[in-house]
């Protein structure tokens, strides 16, 4: 069995909870950059995660405040998805990962720390992205601050976005 050991996000889980929802007090608070949103599209927008489990770490968050999937509209589901294609691209982009981790985490017995605003966890991962420091030091090595990951990422964004095409739903590349 592998173990995902992350120590240092202890820090998070130790820490008071503040009042209120951190995604709906991000996008009221008018400061994108210190509130690390990267980009803002129609029904979703992309943020870094505070307590990253990588560098580049990002979740994709509906506006609308809710917990579950099936209260979302239609619009703001298929958004979740898109928007979260989209941090993938611009994540390749930015920090070249070899691989990312996706996932949803929905209620408090699926590990939410974040229960009633739903939103995608994209973790960019790399071969050998694990070593000894967590596990001998209690320690994560993340090689790029905060805000140098911001910068490149919203970079990458304004390039991705602009080359973001919409297939036709009868185009023979949509698939099924």
Not at 20 to 49: E, K, Q, T
Not at 118 to 131: E, I, K, M, Y
Not at 144 to 162: I, W
Request: proline content about 6%; hydrophobic content about 45%.
């Amino acid at each position: 069995m592998n173990v995902l050991w992350a120590p240092w996000r202890g820090v998070y889980v130790m820490a008071p909870k503040p009042d209120g929802c951190i995604f709906c007090d991000a996008l009221a608070a008018g400061d994108d950059r210190g509130r690390l949103i990267v980009h803002r599209a129609a029904h979703a927008f992309i943020m870094l995660n505070q307590f990253p489990y990588n560098s580049g770490h990002v979740m994709v968050v509906p506006y609308r405040h809710a917990a579950r999937l099936d209260a979302l509209t239609g619009d703001e589901a298929g958004a979740l998805v898109t928007v979260t294609a989209l941090a993938v691209r611009a994540l390749e982009a930015a920090l070249a990962p070899q691989g990312f981790n996706i996932g949803l985490n929905l209620g408090r017995a699926a590990g939410a720390g974040v229960e009633d605003h739903l939103h995608v966890h994209v973790v960019p991962r790399w071969v050998g992205d694990t070593n000894f420091m967590p596990v001998l030091a209690a320690t994560k090595v993340l090689p790029q601050h905060l805000t140098e990951t911001y910068d490149r990422l919203q970079a990458a964004l304004v390039t991705t976005s602009r080359a973001q095409v919409q297939l036709d739903p009868k185009h023979p590349d949509r698939g099924c």
